[in-house]
């Protein structure tokens, strides 16, 4: 966002407007810092129900955030709104994150670790993420897949955003690659694209094993799987555990 942040000592008191960078400052060994999370910091279960909340990722309570007088401030430029950051802005520091590959999100645990003076358990954490995703065997040859995150319409993941970049590493084409990030998607969209593969999040929107039926009714040649969003978006330091994840949703695939 063009903003320089500038935190002259170690922050004691940090607000977290990102659940996936909340649990990421908690495997920093920052849990004690934290003051401030969203409603849908969900991780460490825990440990964040005593944090206070300060309303959801598009709808802070300023108010709340006043209270807490946090020293540091961390969002990401997608899942917060440009209005409320620049509000924040003219208080406090707030860093800001903006995640589109395996790659950005190596270098925001970095700059995270760097500006809360934890770089060593950063480090630690990014090289054996690392070296998890060296080993992932993607798909050979490689399928079309659709991701689903939304239902009421159909939402679905496009082209340049991470998950997309999860996918691509597992072997699996994005069919909806050339939409933008999020697209509608119609049933005769999904239809004519017919992808080999359909995957629908267990978030935002929680998809069911009821709701397999009606996407094999628009792709009846599709594998539909329900998969745990949490694995395929959440890009802080809940990546340890998405490779062994990420490969049974392969093998599941690959049994077809």
């Not at 090289?127 to 490689?142: A, D, L, N, R, V």
């Not at 049933?187 to 999040?201: D, E, G, H, T, Y």
Request: aromatic share 8%; proline share 7%.
């Amino acid at each position: 966002m063009g903003h320089q942040v500038l935190v002259p000592q170690a922050p004691q008191r940090i607000v977290s407007l990102v659940p996936s960078q909340t649990e990421l400052l908690f495997d920093l060994g920052l849990g004690d810092r934290v003051v401030g999370v969203t409603k849908f910091c969900l991780h460490p279960k825990e440990l964040v129900k005593g944090k206070t909340k300060i309303g959801g990722t598009k709808n802070f309570k300023t108010e709340v955030i006043d209270q807490l007088q946090p020293d540091l401030i961390i969002g990401n430029k997608e899942e917060n709104y440009q209005e409320g950051i620049e509000a924040l802005q003219q208080k406090y520091p707030v860093w800001m994150s903006d995640i589109y590959t395996l790659e950005d999100a190596f270098a925001m645990m970095e700059q995270v670790g760097k500006i809360t003076r934890t770089e060593p358990q950063a480090g630690k954490l990014t090289s054996i993420i690392k070296t998890q995703f060296e080993k992932i065997e993607p798909i050979q040859p490689p399928v079309t897949a659709a991701y689903f995150i939304w239902k009421n319409p159909y939402m679905a993941v496009g082209g340049n955003n991470f998950i997309d970049d999860i996918l691509t590493r597992c072997g699996l084409v994005n069919a909806l690659q050339h939409l933008p990030r999020y697209p509608e998607v119609t049933p005769a969209m999904l239809a004519a694209l017919n992808p080999q593969v359909i995957l629908l999040s267990s978030e935002p929107f929680p998809f069911q094993e009821k709701h397999i039926q009606e996407f094999k009714e628009i792709c009846p040649q599709a594998k539909v799987l329900i998969v745990d969003g949490e694995m395929f978006s959440w890009y802080g330091s809940r990546l340890q555990y998405a490779v062994p994840y990420l490969q049974k949703v392969l093998e599941e695939i690959r049994s077809v």
